[in-house]
């Protein structure tokens, strides 16, 4: 703490502050009451190199459908209870349960298909839109995982408004975390500040991981091999 404010926190009653400090009290007791602003999603535009940017192009341009499958029935069954409780954690945000179903699914193949831990990116949608669909940031990052509508013309076909669509929305979100982990070496901490655009501030990071144990963190043996 910087000497100016410590003598901000100690100033006595002939201080002059302390009527400042009532209405910050006042403005804490309103704020939360306030909508949570989406994190402001803004993936930095950078140069790629043409092999790495044909590269997530061909990621973004499969269409495969998302199958499962699964190697034995105790696989099954253990993604099924997966499946199960993580649709229970969601539904006070989402309350329709095929709504759930669909976006449990979807992720669970889109970050297997990336080599991404699934309750990873459960906590970064949390944080970024907090599982709005049609989110949009500050910046203009749209969607679930708040995608930056210029990967749309990068590595996609162009058209922005498909980020409103939660397979590609989510499709984008994993493609473009797995390339800032492979850009960072394996860095999460440094791949999700590029992800939001932060890097090297700790306040989004710090986010991110508390969301993924405080609400997401699900143990081993959970069908994925």
């Not at 602003?37 to 993936?43: K, R, T, Y």
């Not at 993604?79 to 945000?93: F, G, K, Q, T, V």
């Not at 991981?209 to 081993?220: F, K, V």
């Amino acid at each position: 703490m910087s000497d100016a404010s410590s003598r901000a926190g100690a100033a006595g009653p002939d201080g002059g502050r302390r009527p400042h400090r009532r209405r910050l009290l006042l403005l804490g007791l309103v704020l939360p009451a306030m909508p949570r602003p989406c994190w402001a999603g803004a993936q930095q535009y950078e140069t790629l190199a043409d092999s790495v940017r044909g590269a997530l192009a061909s990621q973004i341009a499969n269409a495969a459908p998302p199958q499962r499958h699964f190697p034995s029935e105790r696989a099954r069954q253990a993604y099924e209870a997966w499946l199960a409780e993580m649709s229970s954690r969601l539904a006070s945000r989402l309350p329709e349960a095929r709504s759930r179903t669909d976006l449990l699914q979807c992720l669970d193949y889109e970050t297997a298909r990336a080599g991404l831990d699934r309750q990873l990116v459960l906590g970064l949608i949390q944080v970024e839109s907090n599982f709005r669909k049609y989110a949009i940031s500050d910046a203009g990052a749209r969607g679930l995982m708040q995608v930056m509508p210029f990967w749309a013309a990068l590595i996609g076909d162009g058209d922005v408004r498909r980020l409103f669509e939660m397979r590609t929305n989510l499709r984008y979100g994993c493609v473009i975390l797995r390339h800032y982990l492979d850009a960072e070496q394996g860095d999460l901490f440094r791949a999700l500040g590029r992800y939001n655009g932060s890097l090297g501030q700790a306040a989004y990071p710090n986010a991110v991981l508390a969301a993924w144990n405080r609400d997401w963190s699900y143990p081993e043996g959970d069908g994925r091999s």
